[in-house]
């Protein structure tokens, strides 16, 4: 959240009474609760769902904790109110055309949950162009959410943020698949690479090490080569195999 020295000077953070010139109490007292009664948006945390795991993996929901206090009149006094937990947030990963980003969302996990303009049951449930549910037409309501992950409070902000590359990592940067102009980098503790089946590829093979220790081999040697000892085959080294 930026800072500013005058705030008047912005008309986006002069008030919309303000702004439309509103001189009636009544008036004025009703717009602004029309805007409390309003949801928009709002950050949130993961918390268990109602089978204690962080999220579900059949329905991409999670439940999420509100992490902003409303403000509640009580005794005509305000007063800082935790909003309930949400259950059952669909939330929102990037995807398209056959292909999907996924994540595995953990408890204690930041997001973003953002408020449809009019409630989705019947889309959710069915997909399509749909109806709203018979009743109410709710619109902006707190029960109708996406959550939306990567946003991040000041204390969980990733640490070495490229400035120069897209990067598909861990928080902790142990594991980062690189991709700058040209180039794809990977740095990770192991890797295994498996065929469609679950068998790991071989990276080399024993073909190619034949060769490379028939042709290549006796030329380094007889440059100086003294490193360690090539070896025989492509099925018995994780340096042949991607493990």
């Known amino acids: 959240m930026g800072t500013i020295s005058s ?4 008309k986006g953070l002069v008030p919309v009474q303000d702004r439309l010139s509103i001189r009636s109490a009544a008036l004025r007292q009703a717009l602004h609760q029309f805007e409390c009664d309003l949801r928009v948006a709002m950050p949130a945390i993961v918390v ?26 009580q005794n005509a006094i305000p007063t800082l109110a935790t909003i309930p937990i949400l259950d059952d947030v669909p939330f ?44 109410a037409l709710y619109r902006h309501d707190i029960g109708d959410g996406f959550a939306i992950f990567g946003v991040r409070s000041n204390p969980r902000a990733l640490t070495n943020y490229s400035t120069t ?61 003294s490193g360690p ?3 025989v085959t492509g099925c018995e080294t994780v340096i042949l195999e991607a493990q």
Do not use: H
């Open 7 to 10: 705030p008047i000077q912005f």
């Open 48 to 73: 268990a769902n109602k089978n204690g795991d962080p999220f579900n993996a059949d329905l991409q929901t999670v439940s999420v904790q509100p992490a902003v206090q409303e403000v509640l009149l």
């Open 92 to 135: 929102a990963f990037a995807g398209g055309g056959g292909w999907s980003l996924t994540f595995p969302i953990a408890i204690g996990d930041e997001c973003l949950v953002v408020f449809s303009d009019m409630a989705f049951d019947m889309w959710w449930q069915n997909g399509g162009v749909q109806k709203q549910p018979d009743g």
């Open 165 to 225: 590359s897209t990067q598909l990592r861990s928080d902790d940067g142990t594991v980062v698949v690189d991709l700058s102009m040209g180039k794809i980098t990977a740095t990770t503790p192991t890797m295994k690479i498996l065929n469609a089946g679950g068998t790991p590829q071989a990276l080399m093979t024993d073909t190619f090490f034949q060769w490379f220790k028939t042709n290549v081999e006796p030329f380094l040697v007889s440059k100086g080569y």
């Open 229 to 231: 000892p090539i070896p």
